[in-house]
């Protein structure tokens, strides 16, 4: 099979042939169709975050296929099924958040891409019990920003618990912000959409964004305080001046969801309003199981869209290079 492989940090991915992998029990067997590309995936590349992978290993955790072989054990799942594999490759199953229904934050878990190979291959191994059935018309290149981008996105504000009526600020309107903004139209959230370039700006118009700030030319804070302020903002744009300036666009007893982290990232709460406008400030990391599900259903349903652009395996490193400079209006998928 063919794959992109972190060979070191910080350098091009190398395109190598490598025999295909067998499942271990428990493990399912996938013919890759289609794995998006998340900005995850580049800073994995990059050895950019403090908990960092070990090369050599092949990024991606969009990665949507075909159950070509089963492990021992595995009935759940058929031959010839379309599955999703998200980041959440792994978790214990046993453990406080496991059973009470936060398994994204098992300390045991492993993720897809990160600590065991990933979507970048023609074929890959899965965990069973984390490969999630993709539902029959989902096309798979709009399967695989779902697995991440979607997932992640609608965790977040489910996580904020939007209400309809509420003002849902959008800070960074790519990959993950064109779904997030959909998902609040749906949740009947008045939605402002945060950019600074015209193609972003224009697809979150498009994507019915009641509210556009284009921020090289209005201050997204006071745009929002304009209006009342946001009741909850999304950190999605891979930039600390932005994290702060949605915090600073809340309304009293708002909230800022961090979702994106920047390499290095900090960010600077004053306490003072903090306490005096009881604003909070929360992390989101991906979904569960049946986040992933939710979302495929509401795909399935004709409630979303998905914007995407297709790349080969063989331009990965101008891929990344294209997102790393914001040149993508959503997302890129590599066809397999």
Not at 178 to 206: F, M, P, S
Not at 220 to 240: F, W, Y
Request: proline share 6%.
């Amino acid at each position: 099979m063919k794959a992109a492989v972190v060979r070191a940090f910080g350098q091009p991915l190398v395109i190598e042939e490598r025999p295909d992998p067998e499942p271990g029990p428990g493990q399912v067997l996938i013919r890759v169709e289609a794995s998006g590309l998340c900005h995850t995936d580049i800073h994995a590349a990059g050895g950019d975050w403090p908990v960092k992978p070990t090369p050599p290993f092949v990024p991606g955790h969009e990665g949507v296929g075909i159950v070509e072989q089963l492990g021992d054990g595995v009935t759940w799942l058929a031959v010839g099924q379309r599955v999703a594999v998200p980041w959440l490759g792994h978790a214990c199953g046993r453990c406080e958040h496991c059973l009470s229904g936060w398994e994204t934050l098992c300390e045991e878990q492993r993720n897809t891409g990160y600590g065991v190979d990933g979507g970048y291959a023609q074929k890959m191994i899965a965990s069973a019990e984390f490969a999630q059935p993709v539902p029959d018309g989902i096309d798979p290149r709009e399967a695989a920003p779902l697995t991440c981008a979607g997932v992640t996105t609608y965790k977040a504000l489910k996580v904020a618990g939007v209400r309809p009526s509420q003002l849902v600020a959008i800070s960074g309107v790519g990959g993950l912000g064109h779904l997030a903004l959909q998902y609040a139209k749906i949740a009947g959230a008045t939605v402002a959409a945060i950019d600074i370039t015209d193609d972003k700006l224009a697809l979150a118009k498009e994507l019915g964004a009641d509210i556009v700030i284009d921020a090289r030319v209005q201050d997204p804070a006071e745009v929002l305080l304009r209006h009342g302020g946001a009741n909850i903002a999304l950190a999605l744009a891979v930039n600390e001046d932005a994290f702060a300036t949605a915090y600073a666009g809340l309304r009293r007893g708002g909230k800022l969801v961090l979702v994106a982290m920047p390499a290095h990232g900090t960010l600077r709460v004053p306490i003072f309003e903090t306490v005096l406008n009881g604003t909070s400030v929360l992390g989101s990391i991906v979904g569960t199981r049946q986040d992933l599900a939710e979302v495929f259903e509401l795909h399935a349903a004709g409630r979303t869209r998905v914007i995407y652009e297709t790349r080969s395996l063989e331009a990965v490193n101008e891929a990344m290079a294209e997102v790393s400079r914001g040149e993508v209006a959503a997302r890129l998928v590599f066809d397999m």
